[in-house]
Structures are given as structure tokens and as C-alpha cells.
């Protein structure tokens, strides 16, 4: 474990279900898998890329501690998003990258979403939707916990440029990516 | 909010369905004064109260003791949507909307969509909730939202709404938008894109008409 690990994040993930066959789009682009099951997993895992797991939408998968050790030590996914606190501390505890999802649908649902967040050196933010990134004010923006994850409803280019000058990474969709 | 003063006080008699501003009329008060006040304190609930705003949106409140409340909106013709999942005190299910009634609001906003028929039936409006967090969630809302047929939808983050207007589809019920709405600028953008009216905490803007 080494909590103080500098992490290179791609600037882009493609989100993808991981359920074919899927080719690498550059250097500076990793694979979020997301929507998918513990098969499709299984299969994804060792690309060559940067790639991590959106684990609350794995059909199968749990959110306690087994499901982390799977992940990060089995699996490799170093990197993990997830709704759920404890499963970013344990994934930040076996030396992944956690990336707690905020949900950001209003001024005070996000604020009781950053209350629960463990602000560990290993444990960012997926900031949900990515789309309403831009529209938060500075105060809020630095309160978020570093890196930010923009996820969500992002397919315009100049939307995905506004989010990519706040954020370290956005998560997109194929068509996205290509059109930029 | 805090207790208010009418905690001892009879529970009201449930009203017969219809008999509460039906949709038509709260539907047309929202496209009367588009800015609505979200409030969740009683210092704002007072200050909506003289906001040119004609309907007030309860966040955050005891739910249990909510008549006095409502009573002076209505003493003041303003009508009031009481949000079910997040006041105190309440559960989300059919006999909090009974009390919801009962206490006189004449909307309830909820995310739950099988409550819809619930609130329908005591006569009130009912508001679903559309959250758009990311792709799969807004599908799985919209697919609630056919199921369910609510009176009004409200789309959160509604600041995101001209930017995400193309990823809906065309939608039965007026819209709502709440979430982030900030500025004049904010509000004239998301009318344009579609929505009937918008929820804000931002005081200056309460009461802000068409432009």
C-alpha cells in the first residue's frame, strides 16, 4: 500500500460495458467499464490501458470489502468509482485510486454528498453529472476532493472542454471522443 | 424548519379527491411567476411568503407539523409543494401522502414514481423528480416517468437543462427545473429550454417574471 502515490490519469476515459471488442483510441484515453457484469470484467481485465471500474453498476458485484480486494489485487482495477464511502476507503486502503461519486442535482444534496466523503490522499471525486462541473462556483469547486472525475451526460465538445479546464479527467462515450 | 405553533393541533379532515386546486390551477400559477422560492427554513419560508412568487416549494421542514405552515401560504393565495423524501419525519410511502393532505398541500414532489397515483388521488398535483446524475439514471427516470404519468416533472440539475434538453425526449407533463439556478441568466435560459417554471433558493430571484 502507498497512500502518497502520484497518479497519471488519462484526460479522457471512454466509458464503455466492456462487452466487446474494444481498441485503444490513444495514449491519453483509459477504459471506464460501467453498465457491465463480473464476466465482462474478468474479460477486460489486464488491457493495456488505464482502466477502471464504475463498480456500482456491475451486476454481481458487492460494495464491502471482498469486492475491493477483488478488484484492486485480483482484478488490477486500480481504479474504482463508487457511491458508497466505505468501498472508496478500502479501495484507497489496498493502494487503488478511489473516486467517490458527488451528486451534484442541487446546492444542498451536494453538500450532504461531500459530508460522507473520506477526503483520504487516495480517494477523489466523481463529480455526477459532469455536465454541472462548469456551472459550480470556485468556493465549490475547491471543495471537492482531488482528482476530479467528470461523469456524466458529457457529448458536446465545447462542454467537454469547459469540464477538461476544471477537472483532471471527464468520462465519455465513443461518439464523444470522436467528435472532438 | 423548526416546530411551529400549531403542533397540538387537530389533525385536519381528509379532503375528498378533487376537491384541492386541481393541476390545471397550480400549473398556471407556475407559469404565472416561472421563479419559485425552494425554501428550508422557516426565515425563508417567511420571506417567500412576501416574494411575488404565487407557489412555495418545502424542502426541508418537519413534515409532521406543516398545517400552520400552509395555512399562511394560502392565507396569502400562494399555493405550496411539499417535498415528501426530504422533509422530516415522514416516510416516503401512501400514508405520508394521506398526511400531506390532510395538512393541505396542494403539490407533493417525490422521486418515488409509484406514489404518483397516491398523491393523485387525495386531489393533489403531483411532482416526479428526474434525476440526470448520468445517461443510465435519466433512462431508467424517463422510463418511471411513462409509467407513473405524474401532473409536473421536475429535472434536476436544472442548470444543465439547456445543455441536456436534447437528450429528452418529448415529455407529456410541464417541466420544472431545479438544481444550481443561480442568475437571471440561468433562469432565462432554462425557460427557453422548455421548462415552465424553475425552483431556487436564490432570493433575489424569486418572484422573477417572463422576460
Redesign the interface.
Known amino acids: 500500500m502507498n497512500s502518497d502515490r502520484i497518479w497519471h490519469l488519462p484526460r479522457i476515459f471512454e466509458a464503455s460495458n466492456g462487452q466487446g471488442a474494444w481498441s485503444h483510441l490513444g495514449r491519453d484515453v483509459g477504459l471506464l467499464l460501467r ?1 457491465t457484469n463480473l464476466t465482462a470484467l474478468v474479460a477486460n481485465a489486464g488491457h493495456d490501458t488505464t482502466l477502471a471500474v464504475d463498480c456500482d ?1 456491475v451486476e454481481g458485484l458487492g460494495d464491502d470489502r471482498a469486492a475491493a480486494e477483488f478488484l484492486v489485487q485480483r482484478l488490477g482495477f486500480e481504479i474504482v468509482l463508487t457511491r458508497h464511502a466505505a468501498m472508496a476507503t478500502n479501495v484507497a486502503s489496498l493502494g487503488g485510486l478511489a473516486f467517490l ?1 458527488v ?7 451536494m453538500r450532504h454528498s461531500l459530508e460522507v466523503h473520506p477526503r483520504g490522499s487516495a480517494v477523489g471525486t466523481a463529480i ?2 459532469g ?2 462541473l462548469p ?3 470556485p468556493e465549490e469547486v475547491s471543495l471537492l476532493p482531488r482528482p476530479i472525475l467528470a ?3 458529457l457529448d ?1 465538445p465545447e ?1 467537454i472542454a469547459a469540464c477538461l479546464a476544471i477537472a483532471d479527467s471527464v468520462v465519455l462515450r465513443r461518439r464523444a471522443i470522436e467528435g472532438l | 424548519m423548526g416546530p411551529t405553533e400549531n403542533s397540538s393541533a387537530p389533525i385536519p379532515k381528509a379532503p375528498a379527491a378533487g376537491s384541492r386546486p386541481v393541476s390545471a390551477r397550480f400549473i398556471a400559477a407556475l407559469g404565472g411567476s416561472p421563479c419559485c422560492p425552494a425554501v428550508a427554513t422557516d426565515e425563508q419560508f417567511d420571506r417567500a411568503l412576501l416574494s411575488q412568487a404565487e407557489v412555495l416549494f418545502v424542502l426541508r421542514a418537519n413534515g409532521l407539523e406543516l398545517g400552520h405552515l400552509i395555512g399562511r401560504a394560502h392565507e396569502r393565495g400562494k399555493l405550496v409543494a411539499v417535498h415528501l423524501d426530504l422533509v422530516a419525519g415522514l416516510r416516503s410511502d401512501r400514508a405520508a401522502v394521506g398526511w400531506l393532505a390532510r395538512a393541505g398541500a396542494d403539490a407533493v414532489i417525490t422521486s418515488h414514481g409509484h406514489l404518483v397515483a397516491a398523491i393523485k388521488n387525495q386531489g393533489m398535483v403531483a411532482i416526479q423528480r428526474l434525476l440526470a446524475a448520468h445517461g443510465s439514471q435519466l433512462s431508467a427516470g424517463l422510463a418511471s416517468i411513462a409509467r407513473s404519468e405524474p401532473d409536473v416533472i421536475e429535472f434536476l440539475p436544472g442548470v444543465v437543462l439547456p445543455q441536456a434538453r436534447h437528450l429528452l425526449p418529448r415529455l407529456g407533463p410541464p417541466m420544472l427545473a431545479g438544481g444550481f439556478v443561480r442568475s437571471r441568466d440561468d433562469v432565462r435560459a432554462i425557460l427557453a429550454a422548455g421548462a415552465l417554471a424553475v425552483t431556487t433558493s436564490r432570493e433575489e430571484l424569486w418572484g422573477m417574471t417572463r422576460e
Open positions: 453498465d453498476g461519486k451528486f451534484a442535482l442541487d446546492t444542498e444534496g455526477c453529472p455536465l454541472v456551472h459550480l462556483e461523469y456524466g451526460l458536446a462542454d
